[in-house]
């Protein structure tokens, strides 16, 4: 599973940093056009404004794919160690619960409902760049799982 976790967010970082070079050059590009040659191009606008939505969603998705995300580990210190491993496997199924109907269910729903609906400038779908909801509350629910996985095998010494 860590194989795995790792290669997906290997994949994540890599799209993540492909997306961020081109929204830079596309904010670049839209403030030379509109100083430099006095014609403002009409596309970056919103081309920057649906990057910026995938690689908000990738990048938290590779946060919680390294263990990155904040969390409040300060309260785990008062607590009995039986306590705090029930809590770490509460939370996740929790949030397997909340990623499942909201970034899934709802992301998938919402990427149906606006697939013949186009961008004003771009004429792209708008399901398309809301598809990006189902695919990181997908990735998110595995790593949730994978969380759950570590922390059952994991013994009360270990700690």
Request: glycine residues 6%.
């Amino acid at each position: 599973m860590d194989r795995l976790r790792g290669y997906i967010n290997r994949v994540i970082f890599i799209v993540s940093a492909l997306l961020l070079t081109v929204m830079v050059a596309t904010v670049a590009w839209q403030v030379t056009s509109r100083y430099v040659f006095n014609s403002p191009s009409i596309f970056t606008d919103e081309l920057a404004r649906f990057l910026l939505m995938w690689i908000g969603m990738l990048g938290t998705t590779y946060a919680f794919g390294s263990k990155a995300h904040l969390s409040m580990d300060y309260l785990h210190t008062f607590l009995k160690v039986d306590t705090v491993k029930i809590i770490k496997i509460i939370l996740p199924i929790l949030s397997i619960i909340f990623m499942g109907f909201v970034m899934v269910w709802g992301g998938t729903l919402l990427t149906l409902n606006t697939m013949k609906q186009l961008s004003p400038v771009l004429y792209v779908p708008m399901g398309v760049v809301y598809s990006i909801l189902p695919i990181t509350g997908v990735i998110n629910v595995f790593y949730f799982i994978t969380y759950i996985g570590d922390e059952l095998a994991v013994k009360g010494s270990d700690r």
